[in-house]
């Protein structure tokens, strides 16, 4: 079993709908979730952190969180062209500092 | 706040060579973390520093070496290139106080092409 499980996708989408990207994973220890953004040929772009249960919202990108079932999630709401992009969920590694365990990432296309 | 920032972007190299590349972190974070990323395996921790002390390690071969100076500035090295090293490696930073510490932001990468 992997530490961090997403679908790889492709995930499409029409554009102004919302985008739900799913990520399980599997140390019960783990505290820290996050949601990257990775554009082609660029480097990981942080977008939400979550630590607590329930949802957190910032603009248009709701993560939600579900330590009971080791599940997180994020929405993208009115999804936009330029939201194209791999999306990579990652966790804190308890008791190793510095190391986030990374899933393989979900790409999502937003089609006009 | 100017981000972190990766030099070189851009690296050919040929099996057997070494190379180096450095990692400047966002003004006032002290812990930089390295990680490879390739299509197959996706991004992999190689180590983290802070206070010019490692940490952390993945499971990387010994050919994989780290540092970090005093200006919290941090350099890897691989030595005795393989074709599988061809990667991008990334490095990111992070302020070590209470959780934020495990919120890391990412410089730009440097691609690694070794032939």
């Known amino acids: 079993q992997k530490e961090v499980e997403q679908n790889s996708g492709p995930l499409s989408v029409p554009e102004g709908a919302i985008a739900s990207l799913n990520c399980t994973y599997s140390d019960r220890g783990s505290q820290s979730f996050f949601w990257y953004r990775q554009y082609s040929g660029k480097s990981p772009e942080l977008i939400m952190f979550i630590y607590s249960n329930g949802d957190k919202e910032d603009g248009r990108f709701t993560a939600q969180l579900n330590k009971a079932s080791q599940y997180v999630s994020l929405l993208i709401r009115d999804s936009q062209p330029s939201d194209s992009a791999t999306y990579l969920c990652?966790?804190?590694?308890?008791?190793?500092?510095?190391?986030?365990?990374f899933g393989q990432g979900t790409t999502l296309q937003v089609k006009p | 706040k100017a981000g972190v920032t990766q030099t070189p972007r851009y690296l050919i190299k040929t099996r057997g060579q070494q190379v180096t590349l450095s990692c400047s972190p966002i003004s006032g974070h002290r812990s930089v973390s390295w990680y490879q990323q390739t299509p197959g395996q996706g991004l992999q921790f190689l180590f983290e520093?802070?206070?010019?002390?490692?940490?952390n390690k993945g499971n990387f071969p010994g050919r994989f070496s780290g540092r970090q100076f005093s200006n919290s500035r941090s350099e890897m090295n691989v030595s005795t290139l393989e074709l599988g090293d061809s990667a991008l490696y990334l490095c990111?930073?992070?302020?070590?106080?209470?959780?934020?510490?495990?919120?890391?932001?990412f410089g730009p990468g440097t691609r690694l092409l070794v032939l």
């Open positions: 990652a966790v804190n590694s308890p008791g190793n500092t510095g190391k986030l365990i």
């Open positions: 520093y802070f206070s010019e002390t490692q940490r």
């Open positions: 990111a930073s992070s302020l070590v106080l209470g959780r934020a510490q495990e919120t890391q932001y």
